[in-house]
């Protein structure tokens, strides 16, 4: 079973980038899909993007297309998601999820591991 800690959150102006990581324990990193997901406050949890097991695959929200990155180091046992151009609507707590050999992974069903999220907050 992985275990997953997001950080990089922070408090950034509008047009600014940011970089959240997501560092694995547990289970075999280059086994799992990765995913990165963003809940706004009442809203639901929606899908940013995804990263297969190998790295070959990616997927992303129409929203964040062109603007965000996700990327993985499979020997630090870690997932990236570059931010940049960021605007007022990414204000969100984004979390860090993964699947055992899952694609795609932009269900929420789809990931039963979580991590607890980290905020990022869009200055206008």
């Known amino acids: 079973q992985v275990q997953l800690v997001e950080s990089g959150g922070g408090l950034v102006q509008a047009g600014g980038s940011l970089r959240l990581s997501c560092a694995a324990s547990?289970?075999?990193?280059?086994?799992?899909?990765m995913g990165w997901f963003r809940q706004a406050p009442g809203k639901e949890r929606e899908f940013v993007g995804a990263i297969s097991w190998s790295g070959g695959r990616t997927d992303y929200a129409d929203s964040v297309k062109g603007r965000f990155t996700i990327s993985r180091d499979n020997a630090k046992k870690t997932v990236y998601l570059q931010m940049n151009s960021l605007n007022t609507e990414d204000t969100a707590v984004y979390y860090c999820?993964?699947?055992?050999?899952?694609?795609?992974?932009?269900?929420?069903?789809?990931?039963?591991?979580w991590g607890q999220g980290t905020q990022v907050t869009i200055s206008s």
């Open positions: 547990g289970g075999t990193f280059s086994s799992y899909s």
């Open positions: 999820a993964a699947a055992n050999r899952g694609w795609p992974i932009s269900r929420r069903n789809a990931c039963p591991y």
